[in-house]
């Protein structure tokens, strides 16, 4: 430093076939777990949207009757979220769920249905599903993109450091750079081969870590949906 003054679960069990700790960050298996995690969170803000606004607006009208069917349009909609979440699940995951069971109207009508659907366990399941895996699903992608990003950004700095010598004023990538109080500039470049090699380095620790950090994520919403979404 230069300075100056997939396989993976079915039906809860791992598959022999999942990458070991070397070979993870390199793996398919680990970037479909990664995928899962990206596509979460703009399906979870859709999914909490319409729950969240659907709830409370039939909560709001239930006194006047308007708000039953707006609720059980809420239900209907869950189990459509609850559908897609166990495809995805199971396409990016491994993870195969029982489908739940058809739902049952056993009264004529438009009332019949609507009655049917908010009587409907599957549907306040998935309903609920949507509510509390939106937080967890903020964090995955936060977290697995950071990791990722971090990982090979670092790891693969020895092939781009030079651009910085070259293509800016600095003498390599630049970590620092301030005046004290006594007008001293003190400017901090990554030029040493150590210290590109240091930088690698912590790149493969985030690297390597990466696959372990999204299976510890994507586990919490295996269980959530064997919880919620699973038929029983």
């Not at 300075?3 to 390199?26: E, I, N, S």
């Not at 049952?104 to 438009?110: I, L």
């Not at 509390?132 to 992608?141: D, G, N, Q, R, Y």
């Amino acid at each position: 430093m230069s300075t100056a003054a997939y396989p993976a679960a079915t039906g809860g069990h791992h598959h022999l076939g999942r990458p070991g700790f070397w070979r993870a960050p390199f793996s398919g298996h680990t970037y479909r777990e990664y995928s899962y995690t990206v596509s979460g969170l703009p399906l979870a803000i859709l999914g909490f949207t319409l729950v969240v606004t659907l709830f409370s607006t039939g909560l709001g009208l239930v006194v006047t009757m308007l708000g039953l069917p707006v609720l059980a349009l809420l239900l209907a909609v869950s189990r459509g979220l609850g559908a897609a979440e166990r495809l995805r699940a199971r396409t990016l995951l491994g993870l195969e769920l029982p489908e739940p069971p058809a739902l049952k109207v056993t009264r004529e009508g438009a009332w019949g249905a609507i009655t049917a659907r908010l009587a409907d366990p599957v549907g306040w399941k998935a309903a609920f599903h949507q509510f509390v895996t939106f937080p967890w699903a903020v964090l995955s992608f936060t977290l697995s993109t950071v990791f990722l990003s971090v990982g090979w950004g670092l790891a693969l700095f020895p092939c781009y450091q030079w651009v910085f010598a070259r293509y800016t004023p600095w003498n390599g990538y630049r970590i620092a750079d301030w005046t004290d109080s006594h007008g001293v500039q003190h400017v901090y470049d990554i030029t040493e081969t150590w210290q590109i090699a240091a930088v690698t380095l912590l790149g493969l620790v985030f690297l390597f870590l990466t696959p372990q950090v999204i299976r510890a994520l994507t586990n919490a919403n295996r269980f959530a949906d064997r919880a919620l979404l699973a038929g029983r």
